[in-house]
């Protein structure tokens, strides 16, 4: 579905991401792990479009069409083509209310049915916005929020979805709850691109994963190869 | 009766009621009331107009009193005969085709705001790239190159003498008129999905362009639509005070819509409007304390400036105390009058 050969992203004088390829098939669940400053929210970025400066090739094919480069092309290019994104810190919007908020999700669409069919599919896998679809985005607590930008990403109704760090600031149960939706998200038919620090649980999921280290890959395999892997285990797991 | 209709004559109510207002005051204000009762309706389009701009899409703009001017300024030029501009115009006689362009007051005001509208586009473009308080430089530096501009302009503006005599069409029906008419069409704009657009920029400008939204498209259109409004609501001062020159239309005139705005509640439109008649009402109510004061045997003079001392403190106050302004951003609608359980729909 996706394919990245040689990525650059720059940052003015900063090479945060130094020529890296990754490829996300149809169907799967890949995960972009590392520490702080490795290059994944930068990757995920310059795939939503956010990035200014990106150099190399993002090969994307949509279901029924053939492949594109689609490296460089604008936020609203992507989301038209098919590629959401849930950003790294939820970007809720506060002052305006959950159901608002989904409703912003589904912009680009025009299909009115499909629309409200797909938010009541949000409202099912996330009860807890159904139960505040009339309160303002900045009064949900933290994992509410996730729940909304994971929705909210949704209802543009992509074909591959991006994570960044659906688990930062949340509390283990409701990592768990999330990385649970995140799996069922994937058995209705979407890809996902997962960005993680959370290197367990990410791992637990993927059906393939990169290992990013100062802008670079340093490892890859499947998801669970690397669970077993000891210089992950050192690395991330915490021995 | 359901609510669209129970709305609908609510609306239809409070509009005859303020036309009896102003039928009655008419009759039986002297004229200095009415002189601030009109200011009222000029004050709350213009905060309406910068509502839209910083309250609802989030662009600090301190531009106002530029587009203001230009409004101010065609009205003039539209509405005075060819024999009161020529004989006026003595630094320079009046270009043709401003000499005899002219037109009626309606027409007018529409014109005035569109030009600033106009002008209000091209700098939109390179301009609205900053953000946050760049923008604000930037737009309060346009402001003074218009100013500088019609200062120059001397065979179309008259430069620093201005403009005097301007026929003073906009009476209370006027103003109350085009008041409804701002009011009106940001209540169906906020409420489309074109506002919530705007409201999503402004809560978070990467989130919507993540979203698939082209905010810039966006950010334009509302700088434009809300120079419009402020281009009417400076065609109309005009044609209130009957005089305009450059002077009148530098940054304190922008700080002036601000207060209305923010003191109102950043965006909320209900706070507009009621900003802008507390404030002016306030404004013009403390002038009682530049009065000469008698206690006793002791005289003191009037001071002059010290109701805009009070007025800060006041300011001081609302920004210690209540930052988010009278209004926040709540709005007061029929629905959340007559049925609170009941959530969103039409504000008034």
């Known amino acids: 579905m996706l394919r990245i050969e040689d990525l650059h992203v720059y940052y003015g004088a900063i090479h945060a991401v130094k020529g890296i390829s990754i490829a996300i098939p149809k169907g799967g669940i890949v995960t972009l792990i590392g520490a702080n400053g490795a290059g994944k929210s930068s990757t995920i970025r310059s795939i939503a479009g956010l990035v200014k400066n990106v150099k190399g090739r993002i090969l994307y094919t949509p279901p029924d069409g053939t492949e594109m480069n689609i490296a460089g092309r604008r936020p609203e290019d992507m989301v038209r083509l098919g590629i959401a994104m849930s950003p790294e810190g939820r970007r809720i919007l506060p002052h305006l209310t959950v159901e608002e908020n989904l409703k912003l999700g589904a912009y680009i669409r025009t299909d009115t049915d499909g629309v409200e069919r797909d938010r009541d599919h949000v409202y099912e896998l996330f009860p807890r916005l159904k139960e505040r679809s009339w309160q303002k985005g900045g009064t949900l607590s933290g994992g509410e929020q996730q729940m909304l930008a994971v929705g909210r990403a949704l209802m543009s109704s992509p074909h591959l979805v991006m994570l960044d760090e659906p688990s930062l600031g949340l509390a283990p149960l409701l990592v768990k709850e999330v990385f649970d939706i995140i799996g069922e998200i994937n058995a209705q038919g979407k890809t996902v691109l997962l960005v993680e620090q959370n290197a367990f649980a990410a791992l637990k999921i993927a059906s393939y994963a990169y290992i990013l280290e100062v802008g670079a890959i340093a490892l890859e395999g499947r998801g669970e190869d690397l669970l077993k892997d000891p210089r992950v285990k050192e690395a991330y797991l915490g021995g | ?348």
């Open chain 2, 1 to 348: 009766m359901n609510r669209k209709t129970r709305n609908l004559a609510l609306t239809g109510i409070a509009i005859a009621l303020l036309a009896f207002f102003i039928w009655w005051a008419q009759g039986n204000l002297d004229g200095y009331k009415i002189q601030v009762t009109n200011l009222v309706a000029v004050n709350a389009i213009l905060a309406l107009s910068l509502n839209l701009i910083y309250g609802f899409t989030g662009m600090f703009s301190l531009g106002h009193a530029g587009f203001m001017a230009l409004g101010a300024y065609v009205n003039a030029l539209l509405t005075l005969t060819q024999d009161q501009k020529t004989t006026m115009w003595i630094l320079d006689p009046i270009a043709w085709p401003f000499s005899v362009m002219h037109a009626p007051f309606f027409l007018s005001v529409v014109c005035a705001g569109l030009v600033a509208a106009f002008v209000a586009l091209l700098i939109a473009i390179p301009v609205l790239r900053l953000g946050g308080d760049y923008l604000g430089i930037a737009t309060l530096g346009f402001a003074e190159i218009i100013r500088v501009v019609l200062t120059n302009l001397s065979s179309i503006t008259n430069g620093a003498l201005g403009i005097k005599g301007i026929p003073g069409h906009a009476n209370l029906w006027w103003n109350y008129g085009w008041f409804l008419i701002t009011l009106f069409f940001m209540i169906r704009l906020i409420n489309s999905n074109f506002g919530s657009v705007l409201k999503a920029i402004r809560d978070d400008e990467i989130a919507a362009k993540n979203m698939g939204i082209n905010t810039f498209f966006y950010k334009v259109v509302s700088f434009t639509v809300g120079a419009f409004f402020a281009g009417v609501g400076g065609a109309l001062m005009g044609s209130l005070t009957t005089t305009i020159d450059p002077k009148m239309f530098s940054f304190a005139l922008t700080f002036n819509v601000l207060m209305f705005t923010v003191a109102g509640g950043l965006g909320s439109i209900t706070g507009s409007v009621i900003g802008s008649i507390v404030i002016t009402v306030l404004l013009e109510w403390l002038r009682i304390v530049e009065n000469p004061v008698t206690i006793g045997s002791f005289e003191i003079p009037g001071i002059p400036g010290m109701r805009m001392v009070l007025f800060s403190l006041a300011l001081i106050l609302i920004i210690l105390f209540r930052r988010e302004g009278i209004m926040g951003m709540k709005e007061i609608t029929w629905d959340g009058i007559f049925d609170r359980s009941k959530r969103g729909g039409k504000s008034e």
